[in-house]
């Protein structure tokens, strides 16, 4: 998205960012933990969708949950409601975002390999 330019000429789009502005923080993130038991979120697509270009210290600190430090306002509500979700949400770039995927993807198998071991062991 930022190589191309569509985060800066108005033409990066999201579905998240368009339910989001409809719906309200609160109400996103309510539906979301009404769908999912954990949300890994590219907040950077969202930010872009909404046009929005908070300062590289406000998404770093969006990134670690520490929405009282942030000065864009919308990123600090955004930060906020995600912080008080119901379920646990990971805010961040794609890089992120597709780390913690990785991560997650290696423990499930890991608990997949340790239940079946188990299984078969009895």
């Known amino acids: 998205m930022r190589a191309a330019g569509s985060d800066r000429s108005g033409q990066a789009r999201s579905l998240l960012g368009y339910h989001l502005q409809e719906v309200g923080y609160e109400r996103f993130f309510q539906e979301l933990a009404e769908m999912a038991q954990a949300a890994l979120i590219d907040s950077r697509v969202i930010l872009a969708h909404l046009k929005a270009h908070p300062s590289r210290a406000d998404r770093f600190l969006s ?13 600090r509500q955004f930060t906020e409601a995600a912080a008080k979700a119901p379920i646990p949400v990971l805010l961040g770039g794609h890089s992120l975002v597709a780390g913690g995927l990785l991560a997650l993807i290696e423990k499930a198998g890991r608990e997949r390999e340790q239940a079946s071991g188990s299984a078969t062991a009895g």
């Open 63 to 75: 990134d670690l949950g520490r929405h009282e430090e942030i000065s864009d306002p919308f990123l």
